[in-house]
């Protein structure tokens, strides 16, 4: 059986969305202070006006290396997300949001956008 076979059956992620599950549930804690890590030390909040409360501010980069930080790299997954997900009450609400985004058809372009 094809590895994508024994996913759907089992219905399991993929490794690679399993990495962007990860660092979107990293990000989460760090914003809502669930973690030893201080919010201001990697993000910043886009102060534009025009966009809901808790979206981040893409910063600059002009060095391959920095694209890859975790600071960088997970500012626009977070950015994508719908404000119900960003705005979950806990973090399994918010674990549970990121399934119902994944089995959802913008959801599955959504990760198909950033995993590959």
Same mark, same amino acid.
């Given at each position: 059986?094809?590895?994508?076979?024994?996913?759907? /059956?089992?219905?399991? +992620?993929?490794?690679?969305?399993?990495?962007?599950?990860?660092?979107?549930?990293?990000?989460?804690?760090?914003? *809502?202070?669930?973690?030893?890590?201080?919010?201001?030390?990697?993000?910043?909040?886009?102060?534009?006006?025009? %966009?809901?409360? @808790?979206? @981040? +501010?893409?910063?600059?980069? *002009?060095?391959?290396?920095?694209?890859?930080?975790?600071?960088?790299?997970?500012?626009?997954?977070?950015?994508?997300?719908?404000?119900?997900?960003?705005? /979950?009450? /806990?973090?399994?609400?918010?674990?549970?949001?990121? %399934?119902?985004?994944?089995?959802? %058809?913008?959801?599955?372009?959504?990760?198909?956008?950033?995993?590959?």
């Amino acid at each position: 059986m094809a590895y994508a076979d024994r996913l759907d /059956s089992l219905k399991l +992620w993929t490794l690679e969305e399993r990495r962007v599950r990860a660092d979107l549930i990293d990000v989460y804690k760090i914003v *809502h202070g669930l973690s030893a890590i201080p919010f201001s030390s990697f993000f910043e909040f886009e102060n534009s006006g025009r %966009t809901r409360g @808790l979206k @981040l +501010w893409k910063k600059r980069c *002009h060095l391959d290396l920095r694209i890859y930080f975790f600071s960088e790299r997970v500012v626009s997954l977070w950015n994508c997300l719908d404000e119900r997900t960003v705005k /979950s009450a /806990s973090l399994n609400c918010f674990k549970g949001n990121l %399934t119902r985004l994944r089995s959802s %058809t913008m959801g599955q372009l959504f990760l198909d956008s950033f995993v590959r």
